[in-house]
């Protein structure tokens, strides 16, 4: 009977990773074979195989790993970006999913000097009250994997330079919410520089009742 809970707990894990897949390439939330998604279950880790394209994920595109990042499962080589996963589940045990994008406005945040404002609206105000920039490294390096692992228990959205971004939270739903509400967060910033439009955020005092009274959420640690 364990074999089968096992086998059910599995499935599903892969199924919403291959549904996540899909709803990123709808959004055109990355491109080409840009993009990595892992799910934490226990001490294992699930994570899209070297080269996938997110928007056709199979059973057979995913890998499982120890928190070390031995493969216990799978025939393909795990992402190159694997590391970058694991320092976020090893340094925050309340993360269960993780996905790194290379959204257009994200990226294009990403690669220029504009100073982000978060405070927008609701979302905003909860999923982006601490993102961070971090500066570029080679994909795939364990130079990268270190510097998330410096910053990933300070917020839930990094930004990194000429690269993307990377979302991680308890669920995958709270992932997809937050990459869709920082992607929608640059473009307002953006648009309104092109436009030379002043974009007003709420007050910090409001900001912070409104996070610490939990309208919205209750307020992360």
């Given at each position: 009977?364990?074999?089968?809970?096992?086998g059910?707990?599995?499935?599903k894990?892969?199924?919403?990773?291959?549904?996540t897949?899909?709803w990123?390439?709808?959004k055109?939330l990355?491109?080409g074979?840009s993009?990595?998604?892992?799910?934490?279950d226990?001490?294992?880790?699930?994570v899209?195989?070297?080269?996938?394209?997110?928007?056709?994920l199979?059973?057979?595109?995913f890998?499982?790993c120890?928190?070390?990042?031995?493969v216990?499962?799978g025939?393909k080589?795990?992402?190159?970006e694997?590391?970058?996963?694991?320092?976020?589940?090893?340094k925050?045990?309340?993360?269960h999913?993780v996905?790194?994008?290379?959204?257009?406005?994200?990226?294009?945040?990403a690669?220029?000097?504009?100073e982000?404002?978060?405070?927008?609206?609701?979302?905003?105000?909860?999923y982006d009250e601490?993102?961070?920039k971090?500066?570029?490294y080679?994909a795939?390096?364990?130079e990268?994997?270190?510097?998330?692992?410096?910053?990933?228990?300070?917020?839930?959205?990094?930004?990194?330079?000429?690269?993307?971004?990377?979302?991680?939270?308890r669920?995958?739903?709270?992932?997809r919410?937050?990459?869709d509400?920082?992607?929608?967060?640059?473009?307002?910033?953006?648009?309104?520089?092109?436009g030379?439009?002043?974009?007003?955020?709420?007050e910090?005092?409001t900001?912070?009742?409104?996070?610490?009274?939990?309208?919205y959420?209750?307020?992360?640690?």
């Amino acid at each position: 009977m364990k074999k089968r809970k096992d086998g059910d707990a599995m499935e599903k894990i892969i199924q919403e990773m291959i549904d996540t897949g899909k709803w990123i390439m709808e959004k055109q939330l990355t491109w080409g074979t840009s993009g990595n998604i892992s799910a934490r279950d226990g001490e294992l880790v699930y994570v899209t195989a070297s080269g996938t394209v997110l928007g056709d994920l199979r059973e057979e595109d995913f890998v499982v790993c120890s928190l070390d990042g031995d493969v216990v499962r799978g025939e393909k080589k795990p992402s190159k970006e694997t590391g970058m996963h694991l320092e976020v589940y090893r340094k925050c045990p309340d993360v269960h999913a993780v996905i790194h994008t290379s959204p257009f406005y994200g990226t294009f945040c990403a690669c220029s000097e504009v100073e982000l404002k978060t405070n927008l609206f609701i979302e905003s105000m909860y999923y982006d009250e601490h993102i961070l920039k971090i500066p570029y490294y080679h994909a795939g390096s364990r130079e990268l994997a270190e510097a998330v692992g410096r910053v990933c228990d300070k917020t839930h959205v990094i930004l990194m330079e000429h690269h993307g971004i990377l979302v991680y939270d308890r669920s995958m739903s709270e992932c997809r919410t937050a990459l869709d509400v920082t992607e929608n967060v640059c473009k307002m910033n953006i648009l309104a520089r092109m436009g030379g439009i002043g974009l007003l955020e709420v007050e910090p005092d409001t900001v912070r009742r409104f996070l610490e009274g939990g309208y919205y959420k209750k307020r992360r640690s």
